[in-house]
T-cell receptor, first 115, second 113 residues
């Protein structure tokens, strides 16, 4: 079974540019989560999808961030325009249920550097 | 937001048991405790979780105190590949049927030969 896949693994962009991160969850997992760790801080929750619906976006930092999950399969997280403080590692996780027996499965993350 | 406190680092000899403590004194009755680890440049890897009872799987054991204010993750026979940052996490309710993991700073466990 393929795990959670994230693209790209690294991205370096200039301040003001747009970047789109992609997450492919485990096939059949209705629940998809985005988390991020910015420099020197803990990993923080961003939002939660159930299929194509946003269930909880309380962790989204501001309106420069837009997450989508059209069709309830893969998800994208767009940052527009990117700022220096957006640099960090963005993780995606997926699960079959809200309290999965084997936990939430995380991808390897996308390391975003804004210069 | 983190509801857990862990020592920043610990050492363990290869082949010995590693006991990682965690305090979560403000945990609510229906909040689960999860343990994840992160090996350099990888994503967090699930280890184990529990609510009230002690739990064991092929990777580790989780001991939760009766008052649920603290827990201990036990790796029974640590190997060099267990060197990682270990996160004790409380899964909090965020409204409706929504939950989120609240990561703290974690414990860097170094397994020495």
């Amino acid at each position: 079974e393929a795990g959670v896949t994230q693209f790209p693994s690294h991205s370096v962009i200039e301040k003001g540019q747009t970047v789109t991160l992609r997450c492919d969850p485990i096939s059949g997992h209705d629940n998809l989560y985005w988390y991020r760790r910015v420099m020197g801080k803990e990993i923080k929750f961003l939002l939660h999808f159930v299929k194509e619906s946003k269930q909880d976006e309380s962790g989204m930092p501001n309106n420069r961030f837009l997450a989508e999950r059209t069709g309830g399969t893969y998800s994208t997280l767009k940052v527009q325009p990117a700022e220096l403080e957006d640099s960090g590692v963005y993780f995606c996780a997926s699960s079959l249920s809200l309290t999965p027996i084997y936990g939430y499965t995380f991808g390897s993350g996308t390391r975003l550097t804004v210069v | 937001d983190a509801k857990t406190t862990q020592p920043p680092s610990m050492d363990c000899a290869e082949g010995r048991a590693a006991n990682l403590p965690c305090n979560h004194s403000t945990i609510s009755g229906n909040e689960y405790v999860y343990w994840y680890r992160q090996i350099h440049s990888q994503g967090p890897q699930y280890i184990i979780h529990g609510l009230k009872n002690n739990e064991t799987n092929e990777m580790a054991s989780l001991i939760i105190t009766e008052d649920r204010k603290s827990s201990t993750l036990i790796l029974p026979h640590a190997t060099l590949r267990d060197t990682a940052v270990y996160y004790c996490i409380v899964r909090v309710w965020s409204g409706g049927s929504n939950y989120k993991l609240t990561f703290g700073k974690g414990t860097l466990l170094t397994v020495n030969p």
